[in-house]
C-alpha cells in the first residue's frame, strides 16, 4: 500500500513537471505547425533570467517568474526574426525549422557557456517544504508547478478560443494562404504566437528548475521528454499533451520501482514506439489532411 | 539516358577519388592528414544519411546511433576477444544495419515531425545507457570499468596495426587511404543506388508518398531498404572511425556532432550525390579558421547552417548546378540529380 502511494505520488510530481515541459511546445505546433527544437534553450534562458533578476539585480525571490517571462519572450521574438519569418509558409517549412531552432539552441547554450559560464546555481523562485502523507508527500514546489500549469493552459485557452488573436491563430494554423488572402497579417500573427509560447517556455523554465539547479543545457532533457510526450500526447494537442505527461510519468515511476532508475527513459521509449504503431497521429491527434 | 548519367557519375567519382587519394604526397604532414581521415569519416556519414533524409526525405536525425553501434562494435570486439578491426569491420556494418532496421521499422507508420522525434530519443537512449552503464563489468588491478566504458569511452582496444604492415612514418597516409576507401565505396554505392530503378522510387517517395503507392511502390518495402544500406555503410565508417582513432566514446551521440553532420549535409546541399563531399570540404575550412576559437566552434557551425539553409537552400552542389546549366552538361551531372522536390512532408 505504501508502495502504491509512493508511486502515485513520485508519478504526479513528475507529471506536472513533463507537463510544464510541454506546454510550450505543443502550443506552437498546433498553431503554427513548426517543432521547436530550440524548446529546451527557452527553458534554460527562462531559468537564467530568474537568476538575472533575483541574484543580480536583487529583486525579491518571486520577481523571478518576470524573469523568466521577459527571458523567453526575448527568446520567441529571436526566433522570429532571425529564422521562422524567413522560412515560414515556404516549401519544407517542417524539415527546415527542425533544422535551424537545433542550430539556434547550439547557439544560445554556447552563448550561455562562454559569457555566463557552465557552473550551476541555485534557481531562487521556489518554494521549500512539502505536505507530509504518512512518511512521503507532495512538496510546495510541485503544487506550485501543478498551479502554473493549470493557469498557463487556461490562460492559453482562453485566448486561443475567446479572443481576436486566437481565431487569427486557429486560422493560420488551418491554412495560411487562405488567412493571408482574408486579411490576416501572416507574420504579426506568427510573431505574437512566437511571443506567447516564449512566454509559457520562459515561466516553465524557472518552474522546472526549482527541482535541479540551473546550467547551460538544463532544458535539454525536458525538452527530450516534451518531444516524446507531445508526439504521444498528439502534436499540438494541449490537452493530449497533458495527459500524455501524466501517463507517462507513471509508466516511468513504476519502470523505475520495477527494474531500476537507468531503464526509465528506454522504457518510455519504447511504450512510445508501440502507441505510435497503434496510434501513429498520437492519442489524441487527428490525422492531417494533406492535398497532393 | 540512366545508363550515361550512371557511367558519367562513376566516372567523375573515380577521377575525385584519385584527386583527394593525390593528397599524402602534397601535404605529408600527420596533423592534416589526421584531420583528411576524420573528415573523409565525417563526409562517408553524411553520404549515407543525405541517402536518407536527403534522397528518400525520411527525417530521421538518429544516424549517429547507428555509427556508434558499428564503432562500439569494433572496439568491444577488440577489447574482449581481441578481434583485429580488419575482421570486426564487417560485423560493425552488420551492427549498423541491425540498429538501422530497428529505427526504420519503429518509423514505417510515422511520418515528418514524429520521425524526428522518435528517431532523436532512440539515439538519446542509446547514450544515456551508455553513460549510465557504470556496473563492474572487468577489472584490471584496482581500477574498475564497465562493459561499454561508460561516459569515457573505450580505448586501448586494437587498431589497424599500420605500425607493423607499413613503414611508421607511413602510417597516417594508410589511415586515410583506408579511411577514403570507405567513402568511395560508401559514395560509389550512393550513386549506384540513386541512379537505379530504386533511386527513382525513392524520390517518387520523397516527392509525393500517396502517387507513389498508388504507381505500385511498396513504401514500407523501400523505406526498410534505404534504412538497410545507410546502417551498414555508416557503422561501417564508425568501424573505421574505431580502429584509426585508438578510441571510441559516447560524444559521438551527443547534439554538437549531430549539428555538424547536420551543417555539412545542408550546406553541400541535401538530396546531390556530391553535396554531402563538398560540405564536408566547406566545414572543414569553417573548422580549421576557428582553430584558436574553440568554443565558439558550434556557434559558428550554427551560423553557417542557418545562413545557407536560408538564403541558399539548395546547398553548393546545387549553386554549382545552377551555374553549370548555362555552360555544360557534364559539371551539370557532376551536382547531382537536378529535378528536386520538396521533402516528403
Redesign the interface.
Known amino acids: 500500500m505504501d508502495v502504491l502511494r509512493d508511486i502515485l505520488l513520485s508519478a504526479l510530481t513528475l507529471g506536472a513537471l513533463y507537463a510544464a515541459s510541454s506546454v510550450a511546445l505543443s502550443l506552437i505546433?498546433g498553431s503554427i505547425g513548426m517543432?521547436n527544437l530550440a524548446h529546451g534553450a527557452y527553458l534554460a534562458v527562462g531559468a537564467y533570467g530568474s537568476l538575472l533578476l533575483v541574484n543580480a539585480l536583487g529583486f525579491p525571490w518571486w520577481a523571478g517568474i518576470l524573469g523568466g517571462v521577459a527571458g523567453g519572450m526575448l527568446m520567441g521574438l529571436v526566433t522570429h526574426l532571425?529564422?521562422v519569418r524567413?522560412?515560414f509558409a515556404k516549401?519544407?517549412f517542417?524539415?527546415?525549422i527542425?533544422?535551424?531552432t537545433?542550430?539556434?539552441?547550439?547557439?544560445v547554450i554556447?552563448?550561455i557557456?562562454?559569457l555566463i559560464g557552465p557552473t550551476s546555481a541555485r534557481q531562487p523562485f521556489n518554494l521549500d517544504g512539502r505536505i507530509d502523507i504518512g512518511g512521503s508527500g507532495i512538496a510546495y514546489q510541485t503544487l506550485l508547478i501543478i498551479g502554473g500549469c493549470a493557469v498557463m493552459i487556461f490562460g492559453l485557452q482562453l485566448v486561443i478560443k475567446k479572443t481576436e488573436l486566437g481565431r487569427a491563430i486557429r486560422a493560420v494554423s488551418q491554412e495560411p494562404t487562405a488567412a493571408r488572402l482574408n486579411g490576416i497579417p501572416l507574420q504579426l500573427v506568427v510573431l505574437k504566437v512566437m511571443l506567447l509560447a516564449g512566454l509559457v517556455a520562459g515561466a516553465s523554465g524557472v518552474l522546472l528548475t526549482a527541482f535541479t539547479t540551473v546550467y547551460p543545457t538544463v532544458g535539454?532533457d525536458p525538452l527530450?521528454k516534451a518531444?516524446?510526450i507531445?508526439?504521444v500526447g498528439g502534436?499540438g494537442s494541449i490537452p493530449g499533451a497533458l495527459s500524455a505527461a501524466f501517463l507517462l510519468a507513471l509508466v516511468e515511476v513504476v519502470v523505475q520501482y520495477v527494474l531500476g532508475t537507468?531503464w526509465g527513459?528506454?522504457a518510455l521509449?519504447v511504450s512510445?514506439?508501440f502507441a505510435?504503431?497503434i496510434r501513429?497521429?498520437?492519442l489524441f491527434g487527428n490525422r492531417?489532411q494533406?492535398r497532393? | 539516358m540512366s545508363r550515361d548519367r550512371l557511367q558519367t557519375d562513376v566516372l567523375i567519382a573515380i577521377a575525385v577519388f584519385a584527386g583527394l587519394a593525390l593528397l599524402p604526397l602534397v601535404a605529408p604532414g600527420s596533423y592534416v592528414l589526421g584531420q583528411a581521415t576524420l573528415f573523409a569519416i565525417w563526409a562517408a556519414v553524411v553520404t549515407q544519411w543525405n541517402l536518407v533524409l536527403g534522397v528518400a526525405g525520411i527525417?530521421s536525425?538518429g544516424q549517429m546511433a547507428l555509427f556508434a553501434a558499428g564503432g562500439y562494435a569494433v572496439a568491444l570486439l577488440g577489447l574482449y576477444f581481441s578481434i583485429s578491426p580488419w575482421w570486426s569491420l564487417p560485423i560493425a556494418g552488420l551492427a549498423g544495419t541491425a540498429v538501422s532496421l530497428l529505427m526504420g521499422g519503429?518509423t514505417l507508420?510515422?511520418?515528418?515531425?514524429?520521425v524526428?522525434?522518435?528517431t532523436?530519443?532512440?539515439a538519446?537512449?542509446m547514450y544515456?545507457?551508455i553513460v549510465?552503464d557504470v556496473a563492474c563489468f572487468r577489472k584490471v588491478e584496482i581500477a574498475c570499468y564497465s562493459l561499454t566504458g561508460g561516459a569515457r569511452g573505450l580505448s586501448r582496444f586494437g587498431d589497424f596495426g599500420f605500425t607493423r604492415l607499413v613503414d611508421y612514418k607511413h602510417v597516417a597516409t594508410a589511415e586515410y587511404m583506408l579511411a577514403l576507401a570507405c567513402l568511395a565505396v560508401g559514395t560509389l554505392v550512393a550513386i549506384v543506388i540513386v541512379r537505379s530503378p530504386y533511386g527513382r522510387a525513392f524520390q517518387a517517395m520523397r516527392d509525393?508518398e500517396?502517387?507513389a503507392a498508388a504507381r505500385g511502390i511498396d513504401v514500407a518495402k523501400y523505406q526498410l531498404v534505404v534504412f538497410a544500406v545507410a546502417g551498414f555503410f555508416t557503422g561501417l565508417a564508425g568501424g573505421v572511425y574505431a580502429g584509426t582513432m585508438k578510441t571510441f566514446g559516447p560524444q559521438v551521440l551527443e547534439?554538437?556532432t549531430?549539428?555538424f553532420l547536420?551543417?555539412m549535409m545542408?550546406v553541400g546541399g541535401r538530396g546531390r550525390i556530391w553535396g554531402p563531399i563538398l560540405g564536408t570540404i566547406a566545414l572543414a575550412i569553417v573548422d580549421e579558421s576557428f582553430r584558436d576559437l574553440a568554443?565558439?566552434r558550434?556557434?559558428a557551425?550554427?551560423?553557417v547552417?542557418?545562413v545557407m539553409?536560408?538564403f541558399v537552400?539548395e546547398g553548393l552542389a546545387g549553386r554549382l548546378g545552377r551555374f553549370s546549366r548555362v555552360w555544360t552538361p557534364l559539371v551539370d551531372s557532376l551536382t547531382g540529380m537536378r529535378d528536386r522536390g520538396?521533402?516528403r512532408?
Request: glycine letters at 2%; a neutral charge.
Open positions: 505546433w517543432l532571425f529564422l524567413w522560412v516549401p519544407n517542417e524539415i527546415n527542425i533544422i535551424l537545433m542550430a539556434l539552441s547550439t547557439i554556447d552563448l557557456n562562454n535539454f527530450l518531444l516524446i507531445c508526439v502534436l537507468k527513459f528506454p521509449l512510445v514506439v505510435l504503431i501513429p497521429d498520437g492531417l494533406v497532393n | 527525417l536525425i519503429a507508420r510515422l511520418r515528418g515531425a514524429y524526428v522525434v522518435v532523436l530519443a532512440a538519446m537512449v544515456q545507457l549510465t509525393n500517396v502517387c547534439l554538437p549531430l549539428l547536420l551543417s545542408i568554443q565558439w558550434n556557434t557551425f550554427a551560423v547552417l542557418m539553409l536560408v537552400p520538396s521533402v512532408s
